[in-house]
């Protein structure tokens, strides 16, 4: 369950300070297969870029599936020897909570679909017939998985293909956070493929973090924003399924890359883009994922039994408008 990144930061890259106390330093790098930029204030001149490629190396390590030599792509060849570390733990518990609370629609194992309609690191299927996407989705479902104490996860059936990518990058940028915490930053900005999280404030202009999500509508090449918030004390992600696809060379079909994952089909449904607000990266990204996956009605059902969670969702209305729904705790976040 890839996505693209459809978040714009509103910010310079060019720093002015006036108060010597109040350095402005940022750092960007290359991070699970897509970009980072982390900017912060600090009264010491820090340098963290090697301890950023640490986090990256350690979390690749642990679940990248581009890598083959990760721990999951191990589990996904069928090694069951594998102890994972802490940081597989974590993502797998917050993805078994998202899963029970999406009500299946959030599903880590829906890999193999992914990857039989090209938008994973496997081989695509060249053929996409109903028998094959059947069998597949048999294997399917995150409840059939088991992580011991001891870190060894065991599959009902060793084919089953687990993926993180919906979740990795939030939880990527969450590590980040603690770390800078560690050494008491308390004003910094940190972006990873579109996915952010804030604490603080923009020091050299006191002022709060402002960001924008893109209009879904704009056409290929340019960049629009259809909303601008404040980002406080808490972290977003954004996710849609308007721009990656692929097009079936038998039969034509267009295939988006957000998975029904229970009915195992690459549908468009007329949810444009999902963006959430939570109290860390990692749960924001989760559910990001989960209400697409869902639908505009069902997502509505489902934020009902959920705390601390705001969401900002376009959708394409019958006569192709768009229009909004969101909650009241993200719209007391929105600016002019």
């Known amino acids: 369950m890839r996505r693209i990144g459809i978040l714009f930061i509103l910010i310079s890259l060019n720093f002015s300070c006036s108060d010597e106390n109040r350095t402005a330093q940022q750092f960007q790098g290359e991070a699970l297969g897509t970009t980072y930029a982390v ?87 060249k053929k996409l017939d109903s028998i094959r996407l059947d069998s597949l989705n048999g294997l399917v479902g995150f ?98 399924n308007y721009r990656k696809f692929r097009v079936d060379s038998t039969t034509g079909q267009r295939y988006v890359h957000t998975i029904n994952p229970i009915s195992g089909k690459a549908e468009k449904n007329n949810l444009l883009s999902v963006s959430v607000l939570a109290e860390n990266c990692m749960l924001a990204d989760g559910y990001a994922t989960a209400f697409m996956a869902l639908g505009l009605e069902r997502a509505k059902e489902v934020l009902e039994d959920l705390n601390g969670v705001d969401v900002y969702m376009l959708y394409s209305d019958d006569g192709g408008e768009v229009n909004v729904y969101s909650t009241p705790g993200f719209e007391n976040q929105l600016v002019e």
Request: zero cysteines; aromatic letters at 10%; a negative charge.
């Open 143 to 240: 409840d059939k998985l088991n992580l011991s104490e001891d870190g060894t996860l065991s599959k009902e059936n060793p084919a089953i293909y687990l993926d993180f990518n919906a979740i990795a990058k939030g939880y990527a940028i969450d590590v980040i956070a603690e770390y800078l915490e560690a050494y008491n930053i308390e004003n910094y900005l940190i972006e990873l493929g579109g996915e952010l999280r804030a604490k603080g404030r923009k020091l050299n202009s006191d002022s709060e973090w402002i960001v924008g999500i893109d209009d879904p509508m704009q056409a290929g090449g340019s960049r629009r924003l259809y909303a601008k918030l404040k980002l406080e004390n808490s972290a977003m992600a954004t996710s849609g």
């Open 39 to 125: 900017q912060f204030f600090s009264q010491e001149d820090l340098h963290f870029e090697n301890a950023m490629d640490s986090i990256i190396d350690e979390i690749n390590t642990s679940m990248s599936t581009y890598s083959t030599k990760s721990d999951i792509s191990r589990i996904n060849r069928g090694d069951s020897t594998v102890k994972v570390d802490e940081h597989f733990k974590k993502v797998f518990r917050a993805s078994e909570r998202i899963y029970r609370e999406s009500n299946g629609f959030f599903d880590p194992t829906v890999g193999v679909l992914v990857n039989a309609y090209g938008f994973g690191p496997g081989k695509a299927l």
